[in-house]
């Protein structure tokens, strides 16, 4: 019987997983205003990560919360735990000091997502609190972002 050839594993980039963390209603994604965010879920989301982040030597760790407290200590939390962190804080990245000073805190690669473009929404979305201790700034790319903003913590962190 001939052996199949079998893809190698991809060389691992990060010893730690990437935390990906998702605020208020992002656990609606796919049901609220799909015409603004589109109809993936974020089961949807978490799974293409997952699979993009083990095909480039990663691992994620995908979490969301509707509560402000618990975004802030994920973010505490990886500190010490993560190698980089994609957040989309909803709308707590236009109102949150609290999620701000917990990622200046951070010494990793930090990317914030947005899904829809917020400086073509209204106004109150065209400030971000976070954008000032990230590391970058990803939005308006639908879904697409998360992927984007994983290869850019791994491409910060194999420098």
């Known amino acids: 019987m001939a052996k199949r050839a079998t893809k190698p594993a991809a060389k691992p980039i990060a010893t730690k997983p990437i935390y ?8 609606l994604l796919g ?34 919360s509707n509560n402000e407290g618990d975004l802030v200590t ?32 951070l010494d990793i690669p930090v990317i914030e997502v947005h899904i829809s473009n917020i400086y073509k929404r209204e106004s109150f979305r065209h400030h971000s609190h976070i954008s000032s201790v990230a590391t970058g700034l990803i939005c308006g790319l639908g879904v697409k972002g998360y992927e984007l903003a994983l290869e850019a913590i791994l491409a910060d962190i194999s420098k």
């Open 20 to 27: 990906v963390l998702n605020g208020p209603n992002l656990n």
């Open 31 to 64: 049901q609220r205003e799909p015409e603004i965010y589109g109809r993936a879920t974020l089961a949807d989301v978490e799974k293409s990560l997952a699979a993009r982040a083990r095909s480039l030597g990663a691992s994620v760790l995908c979490l969301q």
């Open 74 to 105: 994920w973010i505490q939390e990886a500190r010490t735990m993560a190698g980089g962190v994609i957040i989309n804080a909803g709308a707590y990245s236009h109102t949150s000091i609290a999620i701000h000073d917990a990622l200046a805190m």
